[in-house]
């Protein structure tokens, strides 16, 4: 399948600190999608963007579809504890487009 | 609304028993359907998606293998589990054509 590489791995962060996670791919996609898991649940979409150089926000969070659309990164504003878990990028590529993969996770530790 | 429903929750098997999980959708027509398997710790590998009912496409070669005899019902089974089996098993549905993809609650399953 398709590789997804997410940086960082894991974060630890004061409250009210900002965060920013970004996911690269080998090759380009068409649609790229963030989703935050808590533990034992399901991944719960987040953001979902379609458009090469797309910006769009939800509350706190802000993420962006590279130029290249071979990039995407998350930004989390002003970090509450709530924010802990983990956040997923994943990806539809322009060819096998039912298909949707996803990057390795990024573990974020919030300290109130 | 559309809804994701997968059973059972959590699941411990025998090496070498059958296993079938089950996943329906309600509230959409023509879905998009998936199974994806997660490591403890890990991201989330795409094992099979569906575009339509009868019609499977495997991302992996594994003891796995799935079934869509309904248009809104997604199966995952295996005739004889390996320890290396064990995770936690998600399905997840999109519309036709992908796009953003919903996930059920999952199902943990351990091999013993």
């Known amino acids: 399948g398709q590789q997804l590489n997410q940086s960082p791995q894991s974060m630890f962060i004061q409250e009210g600190e900002d965060v920013s996670m970004n996911c690269t791919s080998s090759s380009i996609f068409n649609t790229w999608l963030w989703y935050k898991q808590d533990p034992g649940e399901g991944p719960v979409l987040l953001i979902a963007l379609y458009k090469a150089g797309e910006l769009t926000s939800n509350g706190r969070l802000t993420a962006q579809f590279g130029i290249t659309r071979k990039d995407s990164f998350l930004n989390i504003s002003a970090s509450i504890p709530s924010d802990v878990g983990i956040y997923f990028c994943?990806?539809?590529?322009?060819?096998?487009?039912?298909?949707?993969?996803f990057g390795t996770g990024t573990r974020l530790t919030v300290i109130p | 609304s559309q809804t994701i429903h997968q059973w059972p929750a959590t699941l411990v098997q025998p090496v070498g028993s059958p296993l079938s999980l089950e996943c329906t959708v309600e509230g959409t027509s023509n879905p998009n359907l998936y199974w994806y398997r997660q490591a403890a710790g890990r991201g989330l590998q795409l094992l099979f998606y569906?575009?339509?009912?009868?019609?499977i496409s495997s991302e992996v070669p594994q003891n796995l293998s799935a079934s869509r005899p309904q248009d809104r019902q997604f199966i995952l089974s295996s005739k004889k589990l390996l320890l290396s089996d064990s995770g936690f098993y998600l399905c997840a549905w999109s519309v036709l054509g992908g796009g953003e993809a919903f996930f059920g609650q999952g199902t943990r399953l351990t091999v013993v």
């Open positions: 569906s575009v339509g009912i009868g019609q």
């Open positions: 994943a990806g539809q590529p322009l060819t096998g487009a039912n298909n949707l993969f």
